[in-house]
């Protein structure tokens, strides 16, 4: 059910723009045509949700208002109206360096990390272990799979309950064909999304939704070298999480950690 302000959005975005939009028949996908271009976004999205425009009739009514208004000022009293943009950039400026100390001063004294003892893995069974799916979407870089395989067969979970799929767009050919080519073990699959616009990993994966088999996903990067227990943890961390948690995300390390300052 969309709420008072969505309604309000969705009938002056419609008002203005639903004269181009027509949808895809049922049968041929989640998208639409705009302007004799097609975009296929693969979810329940109403276009007015989407990334089809930057900007809503509405704000760039406001934007040509605050311009012309802005301008006015100016005319009328440059030095004054100078003075006070300055002041209110000081001012939003000096707001967000205090909201910058919080979020530092949260950061040392309010710990988001869920930690996860040794003994508590040991006491997870492979026979509890519910069927996970790992995301790897790929865009012509079919050169770094062998190294992906070889990161996922490293993982401590039990093979039978792994779908790792590959998400590869269907006019990236060669990365296709290669892969499709390389022997992988039986819990690997091969997804081809079609040929649409927009070219965005969202994108990609909201059409691998459709084929997700897992009680739990994931998504890799296909240069990621995850923790073997990494899967084990992420369950163990949405038991001890607020029910309101959907989302957990693991930390973040560099493999080439000596390699200079930046890394």
């Not at 969705?10 to 049922?26: E, G, L, M, N, T």
């Not at 990621?224 to 948690?245: C, E, G, H, T, Y």
Request: charged share 20%.
């Amino acid at each position: 059910m969309k709420s008072p302000f969505q309604k309000i959005k969705s009938f002056i975005f419609d008002s203005r723009h639903d004269k181009h939009i027509v949808h895809f028949p049922a049968e041929r996908g989640r998208g639409f045509t705009y302007k004799g271009k097609e975009f296929t976004h693969h979810s329940d999205l109403h276009h007015s949700e989407t990334a089809l425009y930057n900007l809503m009739h509405v704000q760039k009514v406001f934007l040509s208002l605050f311009v012309f208004v802005y301008v006015l000022f100016l005319f009328i009293n440059w030095h004054t109206t100078l003075v006070v943009t300055f002041s209110v950039i000081t001012i939003i400026y000096f707001l967000d360096f205090i909201f910058n100390a919080h979020l530092i001063f949260r950061t040392f004294t309010k710990l988001p990390e869920i930690n996860i003892s040794n003994l508590e893995l040991e006491g997870l069974s492979d026979s509890e272990l519910p069927m996970y799916t790992i995301f790897c979407p790929l865009y012509k870089e079919w050169q770094v799979v062998p190294q992906f395989a070889k990161a996922m067969m490293a993982l401590d979970y039990p093979k039978d309950k792994l779908q790792i799929v590959f998400l590869l767009e269907e006019n990236d050919a060669e990365t296709v064909e290669k892969i499709k080519n390389t022997p992988l073990p039986v819990h690997f699959e091969i997804i081809v999304v079609p040929h649409s616009n927009p070219k965005t990993k969202p994108k990609a994966m909201n059409y691998g939704l459709s084929f997700v088999r897992g009680d739990y996903l994931v998504i890799y990067d296909a240069e990621d070298v995850p923790d073997r227990d990494q899967l084990k943890k992420a369950i163990l961390s949405f038991k001890k999480a607020p029910r309101n948690v959907v989302c957990v995300q693991a930390k973040l390390n560099f493999y080439n950690i000596h390699q200079n300052l930046l890394t």
